[in-house]
C-alpha cells in the first residue's frame, strides 16, 4: 500500500519515524504520518498517478509518501518498506 501524509516529523504525538518492530517488522520504519492510505495489488514494478486538482491554493503544498509492501517470508516478517519521498506541488 501507500502512505501520504503531510507529516515526517511526528504523528498522534509520536516522534518520527516510528519502529515497526512492534508490527511484526523488525527492520522496517514507518516515516510518514498516515494520513491517508491507498492500497495497491500486483508484483514488480508499479506505479501509482496521484491526480491532483488545478487549484492555485494547492501550490507549494509538501507532502510525504512512503510505500508497503507483503514480503511473505523476508526478513521483516512479511512486511517490507521504503524510505520516505517528498514532493511539493508546482504550477505550469
Known amino acids: 500500500g501507500l502512505v501520504l501524509g503531510f507529516h515526517?516529523?511526528?504523528?498522534?504525538?509520536?516522534?518520527?519515524?516510528?519502529?515497526?518492530?512492534?508490527?511484526?517488522?523488525p527492520s522496517c520504519a514507518g516515516y510518514v504520518a498516515p494520513e491517508c492510505?491507498?492500497?495497491?495489488?500486483g508484483s514488480?514494478?508499479?506505479?501509482?498517478?496521484?491526480?491532483?486538482?488545478?487549484?492555485?491554493?494547492l501550490a507549494g503544498l509538501v507532502f510525504h509518501q512512503q510505500a508497503f509492501l507483503a514480503n511473505a517470508g523476508g526478513p521483516g516478517g512479511g512486511l517490507a518498506a521504503t524510505a520516505a519521498g517528498t514532493a511539493t506541488i508546482g504550477t505550469r
Open 44 to 57: 514488480g514494478t508499479l506505479q501509482k498517478r496521484l491526480y491532483i486538482p488545478p487549484l492555485a491554493g
Open 8 to 25: 515526517a516529523d511526528s504523528w498522534n504525538g509520536v516522534p518520527l519515524p516510528l519502529s515497526l518492530a512492534a508490527y511484526g517488522a
Open 37 to 41: 492510505s491507498i492500497l495497491l495489488f
